[in-house]
């Protein structure tokens, strides 16, 4: 088919690199095959919005976005098109707006940049509103199956590790347990990542549930050994032997996770007589000038789903596998997610380095 015109959108939690993407997706199509771009504000809200919420991107619009954290095209990670919520508080099928919207902008291939939830939903609605749809993955947790890196993870670990090396100063200082508490979700990419590099005491992560009374024994025995201080990090859904995740709040009808920190920070102390503090990295992970690596993943995977819509390559996705950008089934990406293996190279490097696994 001959493509003349495409849109592209991000959805899903922002992080660094999204720019760096929808810059390199502007680049190529227009340069290299004379494309118009599209960009859709507000993820899939745009499109369902009337009048639809566009602009039109060139090499003079994505000038200066290399460098630049967030999504200049805006995003969310709500209001799922299939169960959007109304303002009376009921939900509502919107999906077909958003084909209508495809439809009305005369697009011939959309580009989406998100994470597994997002693609998810971007495919389902791609194929049940007969749109040509790429996906880009993204997201700090790194969690979307078949790609060994997703946009936006490189940034988020640098961005804890370089707290961790700093709380391993103030710990030493003071002689205290340090807590850092990182985002991640079910998986904890981020806190074995940065907790390696960042040379954490103590890690813990969702896929290795821990006993607080081993946690506690790691501290003592570096008491014991005459280490004044220990630095931990723990990843916000990680759950203690009995499966218990201490999860924060529950806003606009979704879970919240966080608190896990505070509530290990208070068990240590009572257990050890250590003073533990706690340092909750939240959304910081998320912002921020995008690594290099992030710009260079961001780059090749822009370049590589214009190049799938060139071919007539839709309901694919871009990975990264060993060195290169390899195209899979997006009902591949989805079917399962990436969480840490128990036999991760980095899980017996911890191990072997004696990082307290909690477990
Ligand atoms: O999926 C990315 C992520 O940052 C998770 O690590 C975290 O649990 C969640 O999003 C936070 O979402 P929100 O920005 O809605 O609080």
Redesign the pocket.
């Known amino acids: 088919m001959g493509i003349k015109r495409i849109g592209i959108l991000t959805s899903?939690?922002d992080c660094a690199g999204l720019n760096a993407a929808i810059r390199s997706v502007v680049l190529h199509a227009t340069k290299d095959f004379g494309w118009e771009v599209i960009g859709i504000r507000r993820a899939t809200q745009g499109l369902m919005e009337r009048p639809i919420d566009y602009m039109y991107l060139n090499s003079k619009t994505v000038e200066d976005v290399l460098v630049k954290g967030g999504t200049f095209l805006g995003t969310t990670?709500r209001g799922n098109p299939f169960k959007f919520p109304m303002p009376d508080g009921s939900v509502s099928d919107r999906s077909v707006d958003i084909a209508e919207g495809y439809e009305l902008l005369n697009l011939d291939a959309l580009i989406g940049i998100g994470?597994d939830g997002s693609l998810a939903i971007l495919n389902r609605l791609a194929t049940e509103g007969k749109m040509n749809f790429v996906g880009i993955p993204k997201?700090?947790?790194n969690d979307v199956a078949v790609t060994e890196r997703s946009i936006g993870f490189d940034t988020a670990v640098n961005i804890a590790t370089e707290a961790l090396d700093r709380l391993n100063f103030t710990a030493a200082s003071h002689s205290r347990v340090m807590i850092l508490e990182v985002?991640?979700?079910d998986a904890g990419h981020i806190a074995l990542n940065a907790g390696i590099a960042g040379g954490a005491h103590i890690i813990l992560i969702p896929e290795i549930p821990y006993h607080i009374d081993r946690v506690c024994r790691a501290v003592k025995a570096r008491q014991a050994r005459g280490h004044s201080f220990t630095v931990a990090i723990v990843s916000?859904a990680v759950c203690d032997a009995g499966g218990e995740t201490v999860t924060k709040s529950e806003q606009f009808g979704e879970c919240?996770?966080g608190g896990i920190g505070q509530a290990l920070a208070q068990e240590i102390g009572e257990k050890t007589g250590a003073e533990a503090r706690v340092t909750v990295l939240g959304?910081v992970q998320?912002g921020g000038i995008p690594s290099p690596l992030d710009r260079l993943l961001a780059s090749a995977f822009g370049v590589a789903a214009v190049d799938l819509v060139a071919q007539g390559k839709f309901g694919q996705v871009v990975t990264w596998q060993n060195r290169q950008v390899v195209s899979v089934p997006i009902e591949e990406a989805i079917a399962t997610y990436q969480a840490v293996a128990p036999n991760d190279a980095l899980v017996k490097t911890a191990r072997g380095l004696g990082i307290c696994l909690g477990d």
């Open positions: 899903g939690g990670n994470g997201t700090i947790d985002m991640g979700r916000e919240r996770l959304h998320r």
